[in-house]
């Protein structure tokens, strides 16, 4: 929820997601490229500071969205600084440190690659672009299923702890977790109904398996794509210059 809110009010919202998804590839692939240190910190700060300054994504949605995929990579990391020596016995070493800050450093870069892209760029466009890619329809559709019944869950979850809250479901400790019990069951419940409903409704406009949106379009797609080519060049300049 907190991304597509984000996405909706990007400064990039009008932005062709073609030349979004250009300039997230480039960062990505020059990401892979890049070796040292230097270079993978630039080719990160170039992709965020594109993100706060020209998108205008807001700070905290920005850290919202990388918490959990850098909480992944930091047990990841964790793990790495765990093995076993010569006699088999588990122990903590520091021979991983040099593939852990490389990992570490490629792996935020890509990461605030694809950041940028998601931030700025809503669903539907996305789905656009990937049927322009010829994506298969199956993917697509199943990708609209998953997002609409993100919403389908928020608003089940919100009318619950709302009627919960005014009954004083949450006074104390014990109703408070006796509410959240409740509330675990009737999710399901609520979430099968609606999903039902979902598709009686896609019934009912004759649905064929093929779910369409209106298509946007952009008058200056020439020009952002011309724009994000040269910024990804730039990119990609910086990751070959460093493995010369």
Same mark, same amino acid.
């Given at each position: 929820?907190?991304?597509?809110?984000?996405?909706?009010?990007?400064?990039?919202?009008?932005?062709?997601?073609?030349?979004?998804? =250009?300039?997230?590839?480039?960062?990505?692939?020059?990401?892979?490229?890049?070796?040292? #240190?230097?270079?993978?910190?630039?080719?990160?700060?170039?992709?965020?500071?594109?993100?706060?300054?020209?998108?205008?994504?807001?700070?905290?949605?920005?850290?919202?969205?990388?918490?959990?995929?850098?909480?992944?990579?930091?047990?990841?990391?964790?793990?790495? =600084?765990?093995?076993?020596?010569?006699?088999?016995?588990?122990?903590?070493?520091?021979?991983?440190?040099?593939?852990?800050?490389?990992?570490?450093?490629?792996?935020?870069?890509?990461?605030?690659?694809?950041?940028? =892209?998601?931030?700025?760029?809503?669903?539907?466009?996305? =789905?656009?672009?990937?049927?322009?890619?010829?994506? #298969?329809?199956?993917?697509?559709?199943?990708?609209?299923?998953?997002?609409?019944?993100?919403?389908?869950?928020?608003?089940?979850?919100?009318?619950?702890?709302?009627?919960?809250?005014?009954?004083?479901?949450?006074?104390?400790?014990?109703?408070?977790?006796?509410?959240?019990?409740?509330?675990?069951?009737?999710?399901?419940?609520?979430?099968?109904?609606?999903?039902?409903?979902?598709?009686?409704?896609?019934?009912?406009?004759?649905?064929?398996?093929?779910?369409?949106?209106?298509?946007?379009?952009?008058?200056?797609?020439?020009?952002?794509?011309?724009?994000?080519?040269?910024?990804?060049?730039?990119?990609?300049?910086?990751?070959?210059?460093?493995?010369?």
């Amino acid at each position: 929820m907190l991304i597509e809110s984000s996405a909706y009010a990007s400064r990039w919202r009008d932005v062709a997601p073609s030349a979004k998804a =250009l300039f997230a590839l480039a960062g990505i692939i020059a990401s892979w490229i890049a070796q040292g #240190p230097a270079a993978l910190a630039a080719l990160t700060a170039i992709l965020m500071l594109t993100a706060f300054l020209a998108a205008r994504v807001p700070l905290h949605a920005y850290i919202a969205a990388a918490l959990p995929p850098l909480g992944f990579l930091l047990l990841s990391y964790l793990t790495m =600084l765990v093995g076993p020596d010569h006699n088999g016995h588990w122990h903590i070493t520091t021979a991983m440190l040099p593939t852990i800050e490389h990992t570490a450093l490629r792996s935020t870069a890509m990461l605030a690659a694809l950041l940028g =892209l998601v931030l700025t760029t809503p669903m539907p466009d996305l =789905l656009a672009l990937l049927r322009k890619l010829r994506t #298969p329809e199956l993917l697509l559709d199943l990708m609209v299923l998953c997002y609409r019944m993100l919403f389908v869950m928020r608003q089940a979850w919100d009318e619950s702890i709302t009627a919960q809250t005014a009954r004083l479901g949450y006074r104390n400790w014990r109703q408070a977790w006796r509410s959240t019990g409740l509330l675990a069951g009737q999710m399901a419940v609520q979430v099968w109904q609606r999903a039902a409903a979902l598709q009686t409704a896609a019934d009912a406009r004759v649905y064929q398996g093929t779910l369409r949106f209106l298509p946007t379009a952009y008058p200056q797609a020439k020009r952002q794509i011309t724009a994000a080519a040269v910024a990804g060049a730039v990119m990609l300049a910086i990751a070959l210059g460093d493995r010369l």
